[in-house]
């Protein structure tokens, strides 16, 4: 009987809040609201289903997922064009300036230099008379020129892996080889680049 009786309130309100002119017959309303009452609360304006929940908090995270890649696919592209640029601009550097003190000697010290070797040194025989040297210190190129470290050639947010010379002698003078390995890491991202240069001894034809 009470069973009844609250079937019999239930159907009254179903009937004041579904009417006939919705489209939808009262009865299955009733039914769905019975079976379903979150639906019953969203019809009347006051709340939206489980399934609408579910469906928004899948899309939602979709969304965010989508937004995380793109974010972590722009950071690793931004920190590999960093560390692109700044491994070119350390070589370009170390080079041109490895280059120009060979160009201007007139020998290669070969007793004093260290060829065929990742820590590799060259020992030169300037024309002006200065014994300069180039040689690998710690993942940093340096020069010493007459006995005085005179400074650093690359940058110091750079590491050079190895530093290989090696010697051509020929019967119109000599020349160097230069094999160089710089790597630099940005934020978990690491990357490492190979430059090679023969540069010819002006003073020794």
């Known amino acids: 009987m009470k069973v009844n009786k609250i079937l019999s309130i239930y159907l009254r309100k179903c009937l004041k809040t579904f009417p006939i002119?919705?489209?939808?017959?009262p009865v299955k309303s009733c039914v769905a609201g019975i079976l379903f009452p979150t639906k019953l609360f969203n019809r009347a304006g006051?709340?939206?289903?489980?399934i609408e929940v579910l469906i928004y908090m899948a899309i939602t995270?979709?969304?965010?997922?989508?937004v995380i890649?793109?974010?972590?696919f722009t950071t690793k592209t931004f920190n590999g064009f960093k560390i692109s640029r700044d491994i070119k601009n350390s070589a370009t550097i170390s080079m041109?300036?490895?280059?120009n003190e060979i160009r201007k000697a007139k020998s290669v010290d070969q007793t004093l230099s260290l060829f065929?070797?990742?820590n590799g040194k060259l020992a030169l025989n300037m024309i002006n008379g200065d014994k300069t040297t180039l040689f690998l210190d710690s993942g940093i190129l340096k020069i010493e020129n007459n006995g005085t470290i005179e400074g650093s050639l690359s940058l110091t947010d750079t590491f050079i892996?190895?530093?290989v010379f090696k010697v051509i002698n020929n019967t119109k003078g000599q020349a160097v080889k230069i094999e160089i390995n710089i790597k630099d890491k940005e934020n978990g991202f690491t990357k490492s680049e190979n430059f090679y240069m023969t540069t010819v001894l002006q003073g020794s034809y």
């Open 21 to 25: 002119s919705n489209g939808v017959h």
């Open 96 to 99: 041109g300036r490895m280059i």
């Open 46 to 50: 006051k709340g939206i289903s489980l």
């Open 69 to 72: 890649n793109m974010m972590m």
């Open 116 to 118: 065929d070797n990742p």
């Open 161 to 163: 892996n190895s530093l």
């Open 61 to 66: 995270t979709m969304v965010l997922v989508f």
